[in-house]
T-cell receptor
Framework: NAGVTQTPKFRVLKTGQSMTLLCAQDMNHEYMYWYRQDPGMGLRLIHYSVGEGTTAKGEVPDGYNVSRLKKQNFLLGLESAAPSQTSVYFC??????????????FGPGTRLTVL | DQQVKQNSPSLSVQEGRISILNCDYTNSMFDYFLWYKKYPAEGPTFLISISSIKDKNEDGRFTVFLNKSAKHLSLHIVPSQPGDSAVYFCAASVRAQKLVFGQGTRLTINP
């Protein structure tokens, strides 16, 4: 199993450009998440999905859109990139249930720089 | 308003000694707490968790303590090893759906 994979690993954009980050998981997980990590701020939730075809806003959703057309994929889109979106983006997934099943599995991250 | 706080950005510990990482939270509705470990250029990996109905959970060298009255949890690593050098994040959730993370503490184990 590959677990959670993210594409691309690195990207440099100019202000105003658009791009899509792809997250894929092969664990048949229902829940998927997109986070951004900035220095001194930990991981902050951007958007999440509780199942195929559903999405919901997290803590910092402005400037981002998401889609979950297939259960195994969760896409994060930047319509018009801004320097404030320079960050490391992590995708995560988890299965259903409580207790130990609340563990989220993370991808390796995408480092995005917006000039 | 930061609901989960790790007030120590960094911690340095000698190999073989105990490492204690601390985390405070403000939301009394949190019912599950987790610790994640992160190496550079990798995603966070799950380390250990605790439910709000418990006050201690052990897994090998790692023990998490929860003090609900103080809204405080801590991670103890004993004995500390060089491979434990990483950034540690505490996280909390309500009914396991979404995680709220602290800012992280960089742990350095010195030989």
């Amino acid at each position: 199993n590959a677990g959670v994979t993210q594409t691309p690993k690195f990207r440099v954009l100019k202000t105003g450009q658009s791009m899509t980050l792809l997250c894929a998981q092969d664990m048949n997980h229902e829940y998927m998440y997109w986070y951004r990590q900035d220095p001194g701020m930990g991981l902050r939730l951007i958007h999440y999905s509780v199942g195929e075809g559903t999405t919901a806003k997290g803590e910092v959703p402005d400037g981002y859109n998401v889609s979950r057309l297939k259960k195994q994929n969760f896409l994060l889109g930047l319509e018009s990139a801004a320097p404030s979106q320079t960050s490391v983006y992590f995708c995560a997934s988890r299965g259903p249930g409580l207790g130990s099943f609340s563990e989220q599995f993370f991808g390796p991250g995408t480092r995005l720089t917006v000039l | 308003d930061q609901q989960v706080k790790q007030n120590s950005p960094s911690l340095s510990v000698q190999e073989g000694r105990i490492s204690i990482l601390n985390c405070d939270y403000t939301n009394s509705m949190f019912d599950y707490f987790l610790w994640y470990k992160k190496y550079p250029a990798e995603g966070p990996t799950f380390l250990i968790s605790i439910s709000s109905i418990k006050d201690k959970n052990e897994d090998g060298r790692f023990t998490v303590f929860l003090n609900k009255s103080a809204k405080h949890l801590s991670l103890h690593i004993v004995p500390s090893q060089p491979g434990d050098s990483a950034v540690y994040f505490c996280a909390a959730s309500v009914r396991a759906q979404k995680l709220v993370f602290g800012q992280g503490t960089r742990l350095t184990i010195n030989p």
